[in-house]
């Protein structure tokens, strides 16, 4: 690839992942069993841990995506969504999980976890590959957690810089001279 040369480390592999998602997979099967929970990818992010994730998930799923802008101001917790694309179904009654590629200010899942409920799902889960605890603002339950990381640029594995290396098949710290 072009720009491997801005790609500091590998902070976790494919193989890392991969052995991850089906842990998760495997306790989400479990979780739901008996029921068909409605999976709402938040794009652009989450899409290939989305497609890994519910082929390690056991249940009949309804999928749908959803992309929402945030904007929080500075320091505050007061953010806000505005959403780009909606869904087409309907959640009303519905078991609902969320899957994102990384939780940071929380503010995202927040917003979309509070959007759920005022539209009466019956239940809302969330899923995240990547969490960053350091850099929360806002308190948000994440109930499946692929993995805990420190607060470094990331890159892989559907996370861009610019738009750029969504496709990485490991996830990787950006050199910091590629955004300085
Ligand atoms: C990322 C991620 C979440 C959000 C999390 O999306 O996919 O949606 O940021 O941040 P928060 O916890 O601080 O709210 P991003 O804006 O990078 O868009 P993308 O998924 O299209 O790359």
Same mark, same amino acid.
């Given at each position: 690839?072009?720009? !491997?040369?801005?790609?500091?480390? @590998?902070?976790? /592999?494919?193989?890392?992942?991969?052995?991850? %998602?089906?842990?998760?997979?495997?306790?989400? @099967?479990?979780?739901?069993?008996?029921?068909?929970?409605?999976?709402?990818?938040?794009?652009?992010?989450?899409?290939?841990?989305?497609?890994?994730? =519910?082929?390690?998930?056991?249940?009949?799923?309804? *999928?749908? $995506?959803?992309?929402? /802008?945030?904007?929080?101001?500075?320091?505050? @917790? /007061?953010?806000?969504?505005?959403?780009?694309?909606?869904?087409?179904?309907?959640?009303?009654? #519905?078991?609902?999980? %969320?899957? &994102?590629?990384?939780?940071? /200010?929380?503010?995202?899942?927040?917003?979309?976890?509070?959007?759920? #409920?005022?539209?009466?799902?019956?239940?809302? &889960?969330?899923? !995240? =590959?990547?969490?960053?605890?350091?850099? #929360?603002? *806002?308190?948000?339950?994440?109930?499946?957690?692929? $993995?805990?990381?420190?607060?470094? +640029?990331?890159?892989?594995?559907?996370?861009? +810089?610019?738009?750029?290396?969504? @496709? =990485? #098949?490991? %996830?990787? *710290?950006?050199?910091?001279?590629?955004?300085?």
């Amino acid at each position: 690839m072009e720009h !491997t040369n801005l790609i500091k480390a @590998t902070l976790v /592999s494919e193989q890392q992942i991969k052995q991850r %998602i089906a842990e998760l997979g495997k306790q989400i @099967t479990a979780d739901y069993k008996g029921r068909r929970p409605i999976v709402i990818g938040v794009l652009k992010g989450a899409w290939i841990y989305l497609a890994d994730l =519910l082929r390690e998930v056991d249940l009949d799923v309804d *999928v749908d $995506f959803m992309s929402v /802008s945030s904007y929080g101001s500075g320091t505050s @917790t /007061s953010g806000t969504i505005t959403i780009v694309k909606d869904l087409s179904v309907d959640v009303t009654g #519905r078991d609902v999980l %969320i899957v &994102e590629d990384i939780v940071d /200010s929380g503010l995202t899942l927040a917003r979309l976890k509070d959007l759920m #409920r005022d539209r009466n799902a019956k239940s809302v &889960e969330i899923s !995240t =590959l990547l969490s960053k605890p350091s850099r #929360r603002k *806002v308190e948000v339950d994440v109930k499946y957690i692929g $993995f805990e990381i420190p607060d470094e +640029f990331v890159i892989g594995y559907g996370l861009d +810089f610019d738009e750029k290396y969504r @496709t =990485l #098949r490991d %996830i990787c *710290v950006l050199a910091e001279e590629a955004y300085k």
